[in-house]
């Protein structure tokens, strides 16, 4: 079956610093993947997404490759900024699918 | 304008109570999903509708009942709730059911089961 599997969190960084956040997927097919953000008290909202292997997704500073080679899809920002301190999930759709898995989240904080 | 809207914002109610939770999206949009997000954040997807038919039924206790009166509404009718209901509940809705589709989610509904 189709799972995510994210790094536990919290993660915890000083502004400024790089972040990495791990993503490896198993799926038949050929899913789209996904990264969102939630931050506190708020609703998910798309942070980036990429439909195919090779192709990067990038949004506020923030990158993912579609790895599938390795089923991976981490999540990248070279510098965080304290605004940052959200839960991010991984997610995948697959092909002709009509739900989308959720990873567990890993939960950022960003200390100034 | 608010896309994807749900009532109520909080929900605090007893148990053996039966309690409704409203959504609305004004995007347009096909299908339309709820999930249960548990306190460690954990999301599970319960009910997907596309078009008003229900294409997605997890296993959820008999005693959650959705339904979507048009494209645009899909409500969440709990009974008999019990404490292990308490949780924060998601409405979520996208263009269709399908790869690369993102979906936009709502504020959340806050039920806490006393």
């Known amino acids: 079956g189709n799972s995510v599997t994210q790094m536990e969190g919290p993660v915890t960084l000083s502004e400024e610093a790089f972040l990495t956040i791990n993503c490896t997927y198993t799926?038949?097919?050929?899913?789209?993947l996904f990264w969102y953000v939630q931050y506190p008290g708020e609703g998910l909202q798309l942070l980036l997404k990429?439909?195919?292997?090779?192709d990067k997704g990038s949004n506020k500073g923030f990158e993912a490759t579609y790895r599938k080679e390795t089923t991976s899809f981490h999540l990248e920002k070279g510098s965080v900024q304290v605004s940052d301190s959200a839960v991010y999930f991984c997610a995948l759709l697959n092909t002709g699918g009509f739900k989308t898995i959720f990873g567990a989240g890993t939960r950022l904080f960003v200390k100034a | 304008d608010t896309a994807v809207s749900q009532t109520p914002k909080y929900l605090v109610t007893q148990m053996g109570n039966d309690k409704s939770i409203k959504c609305e999206q004004n995007l347009g949009h096909d299908t339309m999903y709820w999930y249960k997000q548990d306190s460690k954040k954990f999301l599970k997807i319960m009910f997907s509708?596309?078009?008003?038919?229900?294409?997605i039924n997890e296993t959820v206790p008999n005693r959650f009942s959705p339904k979507s009166p048009d494209k645009a509404h899909l409500n969440l009718h709990i009974n008999s709730l019990e404490l292990g209901d308490s949780a924060v509940y998601f409405c979520?809705?996208?263009?269709?059911?399908?790869?690369?589709?993102?979906?936009?989610f709502g504020p959340g509904t806050r039920l806490l089961v006393l």
């Open positions: 509708y596309n078009n008003k038919e229900l294409i």
């Open positions: 990429a439909t195919k292997a090779d």
């Open positions: 799926a038949t097919g050929y899913p789209s």
């Open positions: 979520a809705s996208s263009q269709i059911a399908g790869a690369g589709e993102t979906q936009y």
